[in-house]
């Protein structure tokens, strides 16, 4: 009797890479899983990934729709701690691999499956997040990344050895021209990188965008849309021109992508630092995280206590590397998402924002727990109103205490200079 393959299941695309390395992996003793995630990439076909996966050898593909838990355990996790990376990235990608990562163990499982391959490269992020997001779920599996092994990088110096394989095996190749840079997909954002874009000189093209439209080709009419929050989380968005309302999660987020996309809101052009220690450019559209992103900051301004807001930016900066360097399942992120959530307790109320021409620009907002009050903040009324009591003279001792410190400073600093 035959013995037994191992099984393996392998994060398929459909794309050229992962279809080589679906036969690669067939030819070298396994029975091959293909794992499809649909975390939203436009416009794909999935019964064609599935035919082609089992073309190239798997014993079977599974595809599975995972936008809904994308947006509510993994995008809006992002959105409530108003993460971003380095200032500038919101982590469209980092923050797809650990809601993949999780699905590929439990298929793995499932199916007795003892390996998890992946096609992300030897120099970049992704290797890092879906291994270590892997290992964390399930310590008893060995991953293999070929782009990682010796034999399989000595067979494939470049595009044209793995067409070549194709034509050998018979694997399907997308008849049409591919483009000069990689894009991933999801319905958080669209990354561009490598190829052209590997100067940073080079200029994106606006042929590429997929999400968004040129803020030079936006409407020339902005739109008014309203966005309540509760707990920190969006639970309703309102188009006050045309009175579409979206409360399902999925379909919010969605309706997000589409009104910021065509106002050609959230399109970044950046170097970044990858975990590994390489700078890279990348060039990305996040329209609907964008605007969310700054309806959540100004929801923030008006309901969380001053202090908390303080401590809550080095937890999003935390949050932000955590993610991006592939700690989703770490105990870390842990204790960093319950102190967000601790945090967005009280976070509720309606933002009112303009969208025009890539900008969005904050018209309003309310909140039953706000913490702001007119009379208290008005500089026509002396006092804080008949409500608080506060006198502006007490600032004179304020200041004078909060100055002590400086005027010690400056004082034994003028000493020493003398000496």
């Known amino acids: 009797m035959a013995e037994e393959k191992p099984k393996l299941v392998l994060a398929y695309s459909g794309g050229l890479d992962t279809s080589v390395i679906l036969t690669w992996l067939s030819e070298k003793g396994f029975d091959v899983i293909a794992f499809c ?89 992704d290797q890092v997040r879906f291994e270590m997001c892997v290992q964390a779920l399930m310590p008893e599996a060995t991953c293999v990344a070929p782009w990682r092994d010796a034999e399989f990088i000595e067979s494939f110096k470049g595009r044209s050895d793995l067409l070549n394989y194709c034509t050998k095996h018979g694997i399907p190749v997308d008849a049409k021209p591919k483009a000069n840079y990689s894009i991933d997909e999801n319905l958080y954002h669209t990354s561009y990188e490598s190829g052209m874009l590997e100067d940073a000189m080079c200029s994106a093209d606006d042929s590429m965008f997929k999400m968004t439209v040129s803020p030079k080709d936006a409407p020339n009419e902005s739109e008014t849309i309203e966005v309540d929050f509760k707990a ?8 006050r021109n045309d009175g579409t309302v979206k409360t399902d999660a999925l379909e ?19 170097v970044e630092n990858r975990f590994v220690g390489i700078k890279s450019r990348g060039v990305y559209e996040t329209p609907g995280g964008t605007l969310l992103r700054e309806a959540h900051l100004d929801i923030e301004g008006v309901c ?11 937890v999003a900066s935390e949050f932000a590397r955590l993610c991006y360097n592939g700690f989703w399942f770490a105990p870390e992120m842990d204790l960093v998402r319950h102190t967000v959530d601790y945090s967005q307790r009280e976070v509720e109320g309606k933002v009112v924002l303009e969208l025009y021409k890539g900008n ?37 001792g304020f200041i004078r205490i909060n ?17």
């Open 304 to 314: 969380m206590d001053r202090e908390v807001k303080r401590i809550t930016e080095g």
């Open 403 to 419: 100055s002590v410190r400086l005027k010690t400073y400056a004082a034994l600093r003028a000493k020493a200079d003398k000496k």
């Open 37 to 125: 995630a649909d975390v939203g990439q436009h416009h794909e076909d999935f019964e064609a990934v599935k035919a082609k996966a089992v073309t190239c050898g798997a014993i079977k593909c599974v595809v599975t729709d995972l936008r809904k838990d994308f947006v509510e355990n993994y995008v809006f996790e992002a959105i409530k701690c108003n993460a971003i990376y380095e200032s500038r990235y919101l982590l469209g990608t980092s923050v797809a691999r650990p809601c993949i990562a999780k699905e590929m163990v439990r298929i793995a499982r499932e199916n007795g499956a003892t390996y998890i391959a992946h096609g992300a490269t030897g120099k970049g992020n």
């Open 360 to 396: 969005i620009i904050v018209k309003g907002r309310e909140s039953p727990l706000s913490l702001y009050h007119a009379d208290l903040a008005s500089m026509d009324i002396e006092g804080g109103g008949e409500a608080f009591d506060y006198n502006p003279a007490d600032a004179q």
């Open 252 to 270: 919010l987020f969605l309706y997000c992508n589409e009104i910021a996309g065509r106002h050609g809101i959230g399109r970044i052009d950046i």
């Open 232 to 239: 920190g989380v969006p639970v309703k968005v309102t188009n």
